[in-house]
């Protein structure tokens, strides 16, 4: 069996398609990526440190070189289930449509996707500008009462002393330029990156840093300068024979560039607000990172008015702050696997299709290119059949199970991003050849033979297989409310079920695995029964990603020093500090070519009539509420 796995799987990778005879009569053709072709385990000797494999996924996202990979070692632990140290804490993801967190909420049961108000965020902006323009300008006429049905973002403002409410028009200004026109809103002269006009000065720069040799060097191999007009033609004019270096050919390349650029305009965007848009990461990020905010409380402002919080409020504003803050970066990767910045750390691969087609067992898979990535991801990692079950088992088991702590999980698979943060998990192991589970754990696992369903696409080392029957718990999203009081028991958990199976080698370590989308089985063979074990199981992670273990050692989330202290917290803070909130108000997130953060945008050639996508510069507002005012409300909203 091991030798014909061996030579089976060269004849896979080597061919774009391949064929594989099922218990049904028919040949069935599917593409050469995972699930149908085994995923590499581990980096090799000049691998490149962004490639996907299964432990240097795990290594990188636990940012642990002895993360627990054999089976025994799980079962011995008791690893089975687990919960991380701190419960992570229920809020709303804040939808775009309603201006995250700028919306003055009312209490409801209602869930957002059936709520008719997100279909129409424009005249959700056009009553923010009613209402900046009618109510606002009299906040200091509102009664306690209609103090505390401010938005949370108003709330922040008025606490600050801030009657224009620059916070709250900033999150409205946000929303509306997304709304309108997505990442082009925030996108610079795309024409100009497309020429490259600062090649000379960038190449050069990387030169200094020893990155490169030479200018022709940095032309060739440089991300962000050989995807531009001019490298490509200095060095065309190098390679005719016109000029000796890209540097002598640079001005008539230049030239041509500047010309040809012409063709190229921003794809058109649509207009239109998908209900699942908000700031799911930032809540997802923050639940699991800043205290529980368990109860209400007041301020009173200079004109002698209570201005209450709730758990909600302060839930708000620190989502809005983590969603904004730098740490949603990813970290650097050292070369040892482990990330040596602070930032976010993944592991799987976002599906951008719409539509997904399903194999033969029921799974889906990704059937053509994914329109938002790089059309060679099929040889990285596949989008669309959710993170590989093995990385995902062993982040479950290292991340809550070893360490104890929450991570954020994407739920699903689809072109919607839902993030949650997680809570914990429960497995129960089963025979993958028929689908039952003994009492011994042991006794679910089997050696590979032909009658393995999955038998033509297991990893070279794999010597067994185990299936497993995964509950994820992860904390659902609830609307806001103005309750006084907050605690675990208020919470809104989803119990996801989930199948699949671990290859295991000869010493019982995890060398890959397979999703199902039922214990056993083919999709024809499930029969049209309407029971809930015959239907197609589909409830495996697209992604799932954390932040760093030291992300305080940025010094973001810490109190910034100053003059004035806020000493007593029961009276608004010092004047002064409006002053110090305003840059965090005001921050700009810049993704350009000269600062090594270029965001990638589509644009269209009208020459060819094409969608291309091109390196390009963009500015994004992140609007953030001030970290002292963040972390004091924080503190307040504690039990005593």
Known sequence: MKKTLQALVPLVVLSSLYSVNAAADRTHTYPATYPFVPMQLDLKKGDNLSKVTIYSDVRRITEDKKFIRNFKDIISLGLQKAKTKEKPWTSSYWPMNKGMIADPYENNSVPYYIDIGWVDWENNHKSFLKRLEEELPYVDEMSEEELEKLAPSEKYDLLLGDKTFELTRKLWEYSYKWGSEKENAFTEDIRKAIVGENNIDLAEDYIARNWYTSIDDAFANSWTLNTTLSAKRALELVAEGRYTSARSAFPEAMKYATQEAQNYVLAE?????????GICNGWATAAGLVPRPRKSFSIELPNGKKLKFYPADVKALAALYYVNSLIQDPAAIGNDGI????????????CNLKSVRKDIWGRRYDSKDDPFNSKTHRVRDAGCVGVHPA?????LVNLIGKQGRSFVVERKVGAAVDNHPMWGYEMEFFNPNNGRSRKDLYDNVVEIDEDDQFFHFRHPKAKYIVGVET?????????PDREDTNSEDDDEVVNKKMYYDLELDEDYNIVGGQWRAYKVGLESMQGASS????????????FFWTITKDYKKTGWFGDVQMQEAWTDKTVAPPASWLKAAKPYHNFVYNMTIENGKP???HVVNTKTEETEKWLCNQKYERPQPFINVLNALVELSQEN
């Open 269 to 277: 965007k649509n207009s239109r607000m998908a209900a699942w848009e």
């Open 471 to 479: 509950v994820a718990k992860y904390m659902d999203y609830a609307r």
């Open 599 to 601: 965001a990638l945008c």
């Open 391 to 395: 990385t995902w088992h062993m982040g």
């Open 339 to 350: 990330p040596y910045t602070q930032g976010t750390v993944s592991a799987g691969m976002r």
């Open 531 to 542: 029971t809930r074990n015959k239907r197609p199981n589909h409830n495996q992670p697209d």
